[in-house]
């Protein structure tokens, strides 16, 4: 190797760790909940979900925070930049560039890619969800990150000229799950601001003034379903990963069940959450019982 080779080697791995530190940035100031359980992870499997985070939520914020009518050219040119870099390996958006790693080796293409900006870009021209719609929305938007995580916990140490290791059906559908239920906890915390300053309704036929007593029920029995298949996949993770899916399942579980003590004309008036304390005794409870064998 030249030393113009292994000048431009140590300038490469800069930038790699450089990229990998944005997204840090991006996950510590946008979510604890999904930042704590992430500490449970080894480091190259906390890095690629940091990646995986901070590229959906810089997506989030394109249709959240930018607005106007230039938020479909600015989303439309963040999925090229993914499509780029996800044949070059490289990009001068650090978080892509990020991201672009990780998928290059974990197996995250436009097949999980596609439908995750197609939501994004529903939200720039739905604002009253159907059933339909409503099923794509979720797909898009949460159960395809469900599957990205899943690639990292099961790929993020494959070597190049190794095999991806894929999961079963039944795990497959626990990460879909996982990444439904959580969405649908964010709906119900975010429905007055969804509404309001959004101009958005996603949960189909609940209106304005939010859902009515029949409507909450059932909104919450669909979310406790999708908790529940999600916990019957934990087993199937490997170690680290279970722990991690563990603990941020029992924070939202935690914010699930402040939710079902609410009465369904409250829910709007304040966003529900889980504080420090509470967060830390979730951690300090899942993890113990990981260790001790007697995971939920």
């Not at 991806?164 to 439904?180: E, F, N, Q, S, Y």
């Not at 029949?214 to 529940?228: E, G, N, S, W």
């Not at 004309?265 to 993890?287: A, W």
Request: glycine share 8%.
């Amino acid at each position: 190797m030249t030393a113009d080779d292994s000048a431009r080697a140590r300038a490469l791995a800069l930038y790699h760790r450089t990229a990998a530190r944005s997204c840090h940035e991006v996950l510590a100031g946008y979510s604890t909940s999904f930042g704590l359980g992430s500490r449970v992870l080894p480091v190259r499997q906390r890095r690629d979900i940091e990646a995986v985070y901070a590229l959906v939520r810089i997506a989030d914020e394109v249709v959240d925070t930018r607005g106007g009518a230039d938020a479909a050219q600015a989303l439309d040119e963040l999925a090229g930049q993914v499509a780029r870099a996800l044949v070059t390996g490289w990009s001068t958006n650090l978080v892509v560039h990020a991201f672009a790693r990780t998928a290059r080796r974990v197996g995250i293409g436009a097949e999980l890619i596609d439908p995750f900006f197609a939501s994004m870009r529903a939200d720039l021209t739905i604002r009253v969800h159907d059933e339909d719609s409503y099923r794509r929305y979720i797909y898009g938007s949460a159960e395809v990150v469900g599957l990205m995580c899943l690639a990292v916990f099961l790929n993020a140490d494959r070597r190049p000229g190794d095999p991806l290791r894929t999961a079963d059906p039944d795990t497959v559908a626990g990460a879909r799950a996982l990444g439904a239920a959580f969405q649908k906890v964010n709906f119900l915390r975010d429905l007055a601001a969804d509404t309001d300053e959004l101009g958005r309704r996603y949960f189909p036929g609940v209106g304005d003034r939010g859902p009515d007593q029949q409507q909450y029920a059932a909104i919450l029995a669909d979310i406790t379903a999708d908790v529940d298949r999600a916990r019957r996949s934990l087993p199937a993770l490997p170690a680290r990963p279970r722990a991690a899916v563990a603990v941020t399942l029992g924070l939202y579980d935690r914010l699930l069940t402040q939710l079902a003590e609410l009465p369904p004309e409250q829910v709007r008036e304040r966003r529900v959450r889980v504080s420090t304390p509470r967060k830390l005794i979730v951690l300090g409870r899942t993890l113990a019982g990981e260790l001790s064998g007697g995971g939920r």
